[in-house]
């Protein structure tokens, strides 16, 4: 449905998996959109197909510095962070830099436009967590001088900006706080089990397990988390919400969905536990259901059969 008002939204790391995603739907909800992104990790294969869409604005940008766009601005969507453990591994001061001073200067835009800020923050701010399910009011268990700590307390402190911004400077603000995302768009090699898992099983190759598999982990498909994302924004929701799938799975039931649904004949191969990952990961959604009417409807048997064949085109393409 196409809005009345005609809202111009800025997307930062609109060129990556979820930002790309984002840039879809406002674009559906009639959305000018604003997409920035230094292609660092977000790639211009994601966002081609709306090169010829008159209300679509791509600029290469680093968030990290200064940031002025001419006219009015409604809605700011900061998206832009390396996001798998390969990336913030290889960039860690990036990632740092794009969670303080990226979101930093984001903020600095929705002041001076007035206009709504919504972070892109993650469950990863529960760090190893103590308590399970997760919900908001939790605060996490993190190491943050680790090597998952640029990530984590970027993130954080990310949070903790967004919020003294709403509170001395009235910025209207949103968090979302994401949790395991899964679709066509994910990055072959990104370190993340999804793309990791498919690519494997669909060359029947042994799926690499760390540990011994019984740590878990809750998938949502992309397109019910920008729709939660986008209910979010349209709230008055200033506190922190969680977005994802309450179906939780260990990785050694993921891996023998995985394999079934690619019809391979791959096996799990373990390897050792990478440091401060995670035992367990499940989203309370009770805040989303009440405030958003929000939860997820596509069951992950059919969410993995859509990013199946988004992976199967890219071997066909020597991608892969």
């Given at each position: 449905?196409m ?8 997307v930062?790391?609109?060129?990556g998996?979820?930002?790309s ?19 660092l990790t ?12 008159d209300?679509?604005?791509f600029?290469k940008?680093?968030?990290t ?7 009015e601005v409604d ?7 390396p996001?798998?453990p390969?990336?913030?591994?290889e960039?860690?001061?990036?990632t740092?830099?794009v969670?303080?001073?990226g979101?930093h200067?984001?903020?600095g835009?929705?002041r001076?436009?007035?206009?709504r800020f919504?972070?892109a923050s993650?469950s ?5 967590p103590?308590v399970h ?10 190491n ?7 990530y984590d307390e970027?993130?954080?402190f ?10 001395y ?13 899964y679709g066509p768009?994910m ?6 089990v999804?793309?990791a898992?498919?690519s ?15 740590q878990t982990?809750?998938?949502c498909f992309?397109?019910?988390l920008?729709a939660?994302i986008?209910?979010?924004s349209?709230s008055?929701c ?8 309450p179906?939780?799975m260990n990785m050694?039931?993921f891996?023998?969905t995985?394999?079934e ?6 096996v799990?191969?373990n390897?050792?536990?990478?440091e401060d990952?995670p ?7 009770s805040r ?8 997820p409807?596509v ?13 199967r085109?890219l071997?066909?393409?020597?991608i892969?």
């Open positions: 449905m809005t009345d008002k005609k809202i111009t939204s800025v930062t790391g609109g060129a998996f979820l930002g995603h984002l840039c879809d739907l406002l674009l559906a909800k009639g959305h000018h959109v604003i997409c920035l992104d230094n292609l977000g790639n211009v294969a994601n966002i081609e197909h709306l090169a010829s869409n209300r679509f604005q600029i940008h680093d968030v510095e200064y940031l002025y766009l001419p006219g809605r700011i969507f900061h998206f832009a962070s996001a798998s390969i990336d913030y591994l960039y860690p001061i990036q740092l830099k969670g303080a001073l979101t200067k984001a903020l835009l929705a001076a436009k007035k206009a919504l972070l993650t990863e701010v529960y760090g190893d103590l399910p997760q919900p908001e009011s939790y605060w996490g268990n993190v943050p001088i680790g090597p998952r700590g640029v970027a993130k954080r990310a949070e903790a900006m967004t919020m003294a911004y709403h509170r400077h009235g910025v209207e603000t949103r968090v979302v706080r994401i949790f395991n995302t768009r990055r072959p090699h990104d370190g993340r999804v793309p898992f498919i494997q099983a669909l060359k029947n190759e042994p799926l690499t397990v760390f540990g011994d598999g019984t982990r809750s998938f992309v397109a019910d920008i939660g986008y209910a979010l349209e008055d200033s506190e922190p919400v969680n977005i994802g799938n179906r939780e050694l039931e891996a023998d995985v394999i649904l690619c019809n391979s004949s791959s799990v191969e390897h050792p536990l990478p990952d035992k367990v990961r499940q989203p309370d959604i989303a259901r009440k405030i958003l009417k929000w939860e409807k069951p992950v048997e059919e969410g993995l059969g859509h990013t199946i064949e988004y992976f085109k071997i066909e393409r020597g892969v």
